[in-house]
């Protein structure tokens, strides 16, 4: 990592970015000195052109790379599992936002069948709200759903899932504490409390997601593929996205676990769109977690605060037709009554997003 020569108040510590210009803060400055992190936070954030909305955590805590591996191994077993038993796991009346979900969301104007997704709120199993916003809001006041604790292949699942989300919570809580100097300059709330929305929130939702081999005939993708042509273009409707570092396995024979590899291609991956309509493909290394802006920031700050455009590219390869991809990402964000604009709560918010993307 290179040393930025962004220029650093004399209070901060000195923006240091990745090869590809996310910016980068140590976990060990973020719990020791938060108050010396504002000029990473205002690069990563703020609305300079260059600023890609996205910041990396490095020197998290050993425990982390075990977690990540852990599920998103289960992530792909899962995916493996008797279409009849997945489909136990789904939540049709939430719509599938928890449990399972297979071909449910629109992406490009088309039913997304190129991931599969398994939603739950790793902070707590049931919400303790009236029956009336269980009624109003199931995406988000529903009963967790997990698999069997004894579901053969993916014994551990509920834990491995909870252990995960709730490690990239803290981080989460403690990066919204550090970011809230900077928030309040762009907030139009005042009063709000980035911290505070997140963890007193119970709309907490993780989502683990499995993204199937792009190619089941034998055929490979080529380099002139669309940039989004494994996750369409979009932007996530939380405060903040937590994010881990994808895992790509390549399936082997029969009762042979599958091997980890390092991508499809050097152009598979993450691709963000900077605050200035640049596009940057950002790599998360695997002992790392990123964060990223979603759209309640954005309307919370009337658009000072962007959100993060991103989607996913296959990749040109000959191993297309063997190799997924693994990863975690967790939505931190409000309660549904929680006002982001004199317009609009986030419920209200939320409702307009599941309309555009379940068009059930």
């Not at 990540?68 to 992530?75: D, F, N, S, W």
């Amino acid at each position: 990592m290179s040393v930025s020569s962004f220029r650093a108040t004399m209070s901060s510590k000195p923006v240091t970015f990745t090869p590809e210009g996310a910016v980068c803060i140590s976990y060990p400055d973020l719990i020791s000195s938060p108050s010396q992190l504002e000029s990473s936070i205002e690069k990563a954030f703020g609305s300079d052109p260059a600023s890609l909305g996205i910041i990396v955590v490095t020197g998290l805590p050993l425990v982390y790379p075990e977690l990540r591996e852990r599920l998103l191994k289960l992530a792909y077993k899962f995916s493996k599992l008797d279409e009849d038993v997945r489909e136990k796991c789904t939540s049709p009346s939430s719509r599938y936002s928890f449990g399972w979900s297979h071909g449910k969301e629109i992406m490009n104007g088309k039913p997304d069948f190129l991931k599969g997704s398994f939603y739950a709120n790793p902070v707590l199993d049931s919400p303790s709200v009236s029956n009336d916003y269980k009624t109003a809001y199931p995406e988000y006041y529903g009963d967790n759903i997990w698999p069997d604790a004894d579901e053969s292949g993916v014994e551990g699942f509920e834990q491995a899932f909870k252990d995960l989300g709730r490690f990239v919570f803290k981080i989460g809580c403690e990066l919204a504490a550090a970011c809230q100097p900077f928030a309040m300059k762009h907030l139009s709330d005042s009063n709000m409390s980035l911290s505070t929305l997140i963890s007193t929130s119970q709309t907490t939702k993780a989502r683990l997601l499995h993204y199937f081999p792009p190619s089941d005939d034998g055929s490979s993708p080529t380099e002139d593929e669309p940039i989004d042509s494994w996750c369409g273009f979009h932007l996530d409707h939380s405060l903040l996205t937590g994010l881990c570092s994808a895992m790509y396995l390549r399936e082997r024979e029969m009762g042979i676990e599958p091997a980890a590899v390092s991508s499809l291609s050097p152009s598979s991956g993450l691709y963000i769109r900077t605050r200035g309509g640049d596009l940057t493909k950002v790599a998360i290394p695997a002992d790392c977690l990123a964060f990223q802006t979603g759209e309640a920031l954005e309307i919370a700050t009337g658009g000072k605060l962007r959100a993060t455009p991103h989607c996913v590219r296959v990749g040109a390869s000959a191993d297309a037709c063997k190799v997924s991809r693994e990863t975690f990402a967790l939505f931190m964000q409000p309660n549904i009554d929680q006002q982001l604009s004199p317009d609009i709560t986030f419920g209200q918010f939320s409702k307009r997003v599941f309309d555009e993307h379940y068009n059930l």
